[in-house]
């Protein structure tokens, strides 16, 4: 059974730093891609960075060169290095795996974490 499970979000001042985890079970990541996701209040899903199962990153233009997503193979998480935070990064962040193409419309991941708050003050 695949299972992930997103945690790492809290409040912290505009420029602060956060890193997301997201524990991985029932899968290996040269299987499945994995995506980081964000949905702020009132606005749809998107797609914040994503790892390939061969091993490719990608970010969205939003976030690329403050965020950088890790992965720890020998303890099945990926991680989210947040830096240089600011107020419209405020969303709940999830982690969703699938096999799939990065890039991907998000309702098309098969599996998913429960979201973690990130609260970034201004």
């Known amino acids: 059974e695949v299972q992930l499970q997103a945690s790492g979000g809290g409040l912290v001042q505009a420029g602060g730093s956060l890193r997301l985890s997201c524990a991985a079970s029932g899968f290996t990541f040269d299987d499945y891609a994995i995506g980081w996701f964000r949905q702020a209040p009132g606005k749809e899903r998107e797609g914040v960075s994503c790892s390939s199962s061969s091993g490719s990153t990608y970010y969205a233009d939003s976030v690329k060169g403050r965020f950088t997503m890790s992965s720890d193979h020998a303890k099945s998480t990926v991680y989210l290095q947040m830096n240089s935070l600011k107020p419209e990064d405020t969303a709940v962040y999830f982690c969703?795996?699938?096999?799939?193409?990065?890039?991907?419309?998000?309702?098309?991941?098969?599996?998913w974490g429960q979201g973690t708050q990130v609260t970034v003050s201004s």
């Open positions: 969703a795996a699938g096999s799939i193409r990065c890039g991907s419309p998000w309702h098309r991941w098969a599996y």
